[in-house]
T-cell receptor, first 117, second 116 residues
Framework: AQSVTQLDSHVSVSEGTPVLLRCNYSSSYSPSLFWYVQHPNKGLQLLLKYTSAATLVKGINGFEAEFKKSETSFHLTKPSAHMSDAAEYFCVVSDRKYGGSQGNLIFGKGTKLSVKP | GAGVSQTPSNKVTEKGKYVELRCDPISGHTALYWYRQSLGQGPEFLIYFQGTGAADDSGLPNDRFFAVRPEGSVSTLKIQRTERGDSAVYLC??????????????FGPGTRLTVL
């Protein structure tokens, strides 16, 4: 069965410093992995996705994530935090149990990112 | 273009009542998903439609929950005999038919259901 574990429920950084949000996954298949962001009172937005192409994935707003199969990790990083990055971030794996390329998403519990001025 | 829309944005009901939550997916998206997000948790899968049929309803918690998508577009999630534990944000997502890899799911803003 697929699952994701987000190692930190809350991360606090200062504006202009690097961001690291950690995620480990468990998957029976070659996984498709995503990071979604949820700002208060707004819908979930896709930041980036990994689908077995390049292991370093670049997303929107300067975020990127690296797929490391040996460590079963998919950590999200950003070189310099901005105040507008404050939000809840979800690491997600696609459950490809249908055998094809479509599947429902399995979410981690989320990491709340706070950015201090 | 228009994104996924959900109505109502908020719904307050009393224990034991029946509620319907509506989702309008992005035009042309054949896949539609319902998720439930409880406070402090990530969204949890409820049901997946491919076209008009429910391809996977394994996430529905019990038989009080039911969803339909009669014309392959709009979907309605129906909850009978609501319980306080049903209080959550109900999210709808849609995605196009993927060409190669798993396609992105586009989420609506959700319906916040409160059962008193």
């Amino acid at each position: 069965a697929q699952s994701v574990t987000q190692l930190d429920s809350h991360v606090s950084v200062s504006e202009g410093t690097p961001v690291l949000l950690r995620c480990n996954y468990s998957s029976s298949y070659s996984p498709s992995l995503f990071w979604y962001v949820q700002h208060p009172n707004k819908g979930l937005q896709l930041l980036l996705k990994y689908t077995s192409a390049a292991t370093l994935v670049k997303g929107i707003n300067g975020f990127e994530a690296e797929f490391k199969k040996s460590e079963t990790s998919f950590h999200l990083t950003k070189p310099s935090a901005h105040m507008s990055d404050a939000a809840e971030y979800f690491c997600v794996v696609s459950d490809r149990k249908y055998g094809g390329s479509q599947g429902n998403l399995i979410f981690g519990k989320g990491t709340k990112l706070s950015v201090k001025p | 273009g228009a994104g996924v829309s959900q109505t109502p944005s908020n719904k307050v009901t009393e224990k034991g009542k029946y509620v319907e939550l509506r989702c309008d997916p992005i035009s042309g998206h054949t896949a539609l998903y319902w998720y439930r997000q409880s406070l402090g948790q990530g969204p949890e899968f409820l049901i997946y439609f491919q076209g008009t049929g429910a391809a996977d309803d394994s996430g529905l918690p019990n038989d009080r929950f039911f969803a339909v998508r009669p014309e392959g577009s709009v979907s309605t999630l129906k909850i009978q005999r609501t319980e306080r534990g049903d209080s959550a944000v109900y999210l709808c997502a849609s995605s196009p038919v993927p060409k190669l890899h798993v396609s992105e799911q586009f989420f609506g803003p959700g319906t916040r259901l409160t059962v008193l």
